[in-house]
T-cell receptor, first 112, second 114 residues
């Protein structure tokens, strides 16, 4: 039973399309994150939710909209996809400050 | 603000060589420190952590000691294997102010040759 699961694992789509990535966790953690990893492996935080409330919103274009229907889910919707959105997107959860994150296996998004 | 600086890669070693990946940090409070490993095509996995000064984290033959005086958390392994080839990330948690947000270094690619 995967602790943090993301779907889909791969996503290839055309510029201008709208797509969603889903994340579900069964760890009971209150805090969930979305990170973007670029081709040089740099990890950039995008959003953080704590118990369905948005607590971190970095300088992300408003084409990106997170949605947390409940504590176990944090989805990422992206409108009007651009070539520069191509990256690997990771969902993660945190139990608390000293425990670190548990990551999902990532969604590789390719915009063509 | 809080930040992590780790040595740039790539690092290329022969099997059984000694590994050091340097990591230094800047933090205003008393952070917890972490090393994560990312194998090709996978997500990040927690490798080890230390939550206070002078703590040593260890796992799978890897070690790192939390040095407050030098603000460092260098990763070491005495004898690397081909299976250790991966990207390694140093990270810090700034404590409770942002509910455990992690600040990551830029990652160091390690390749081990047989």
């Amino acid at each position: 039973d995967t602790a943090v699961s993301q779907t889909p694992k791969y996503l290839v789509t055309q510029m201008g399309n709208d797509k969603s990535i889903k994340c579900e966790q069964n760890l009971g953690h209150d805090t969930m994150y979305w990170y973007k990893q670029d081709s040089k492996k740099f990890l950039k935080i995008m959003f953080s939710y704590n118990n369905k409330e948005l607590i971190i919103n970095e300088t992300v274009p408003n084409r990106f909209s997170p949605k947390s229907p409940d504590k176990a889910h944090l989805n990422l919707h992206i409108n009007s996809l651009e070539l520069g959105d191509s990256a690997v997107y990771f969902c993660a959860t945190a139990e608390g400050a000293n425990y670190g994150y548990t990551f999902g296996s990532g969604t590789r998004l390719t915009v063509v | 603000g809080d930040s992590v600086t780790q040595m740039e890669g790539p690092v290329t070693l022969s099997e059984e060589a000694f590994l050091t990946i340097n990591c230094t940090y800047t933090a205003t409070g008393y952070p917890s420190l972490f090393w994560y490993v990312q194998y090709p095509g996978e997500g990040l996995q927690l490798l080890l952590k230390a939550t206070k000064a002078d703590d040593k984290g260890s796992n799978k033959g890897f070690e790192a000691t939390y040095r407050k005086e030098t603000t460092s958390f260098h990763l070491e392994k005495g004898s690397v294997q081909v299976s250790d080839s991966a990207v390694y990330f140093c990270a810090l948690s700034d404590g409770g102010s942002t509910l455990g947000r992690l600040y990551f270094g830029r990652g160091t690619q390690l390749t081990v040759w047989p």
